[in-house]
């Protein structure tokens, strides 16, 4: 079945420490997104790519980093820049970029920060 | 820049109706609508693009006025699988691209 994975389902993280989170798609789709979500708050916009080998930052990017090297893949970097990065963080893809395309969610991850 | 939902929160009970407002301060390109349940990924339901198309689940229906920029998601019969919170996204032009910003989500709970 064609769909997105990420993994891990949850990540503990100590202070200091920088952490990938991984998001795969078998949908053959060239958009791809990272959103953080916080309790009780919508997705905010971390990093998005439209194209294999490049990506453009969010809303707030500050303290992430993302690679695009192959159109399937789309890992998160979580560094210890980012000052609170406890929160639940989805992986998005769409056929397209953004314009009347609906985005596919993976499960997501929930980053703890120990 | 983030679009307004409204209610924050509703209780029905199974079989009742109810509507979930997005409302924006900007033109807007297209209304994203998506169901978040606890702990799980975002589904999509609908989109309306400016001008009268949309594309979505057959059994949701939702308005878009253009005039007004704001979307109405109409939940009708209501079941207990239809609890969740509901997510609108307000889609933009700026520049040559477009600029999805989500609202901060209608939670509903259907009651037997």
């Known amino acids: 079945d064609g769909g997105i994975t990420q993994s891990p389902k949850y990540l503990f993280r100590k202070e200091g420490q920088n952490v990938t989170l991984s998001c795969e798609q078998n949908?053959?789709?060239?958009?791809m997104y990272w959103y953080r979500q916080d309790p009780g708050q919508g997705l905010r916009l971390i990093y998005y790519?439209?194209?294999?080998?490049?990506?453009q930052k969010g809303d707030i990017a500050e303290g992430y980093s993302v690679s695009r090297e192959k159109k399937e893949s789309f890992p998160l970097t979580v560094t210890s820049a980012q000052k609170n990065p406890t929160a639940f963080y989805l992986c998005?893809?769409?056929?397209?970029?953004?314009?009347?395309?609906?985005?596919?969610f993976g499960p997501g991850t929930r980053l703890t920060v120990l | 820049q983030q679009p307004v939902q409204s209610p924050q929160a509703v209780i029905l009970r199974e079989g009742e109706d109810a509507v979930i407002n997005c409302s924006s301060s900007k033109a807007l390109y297209s209304v994203h609508w998506y169901r978040q349940k606890h702990g799980e990924a975002p589904v999509f339901l609908m989109i309306?693009?400016?001008g009268g198309e949309q594309k979505g689940h057959e059994k949701i229906s939702a308005s878009f006025n253009e005039k007004k920029q704001q979307s109405s998601l109409y939940l009708t019969a209501s079941q207990l699988s239809y609890s969740g919170t509901y997510f609108c996204?307000?889609?933009?032009?700026?520049?040559?691209?477009?600029?999805?910003?989500w609202g901060a989500g209608t939670k509903l709970i259907i009651k037997p």
């Open positions: 309306l693009l400016k």
């Open positions: 790519s439209q194209i294999v080998n490049d990506f």
């Open positions: 998005a893809s769409s056929d397209r970029g953004l314009g009347y395309n609906e985005q596919f």
């Open positions: 996204g307000t889609e933009y032009v700026r520049g040559s691209n477009y600029q999805l910003i």
């Open positions: 949908l053959n789709h060239d958009a």
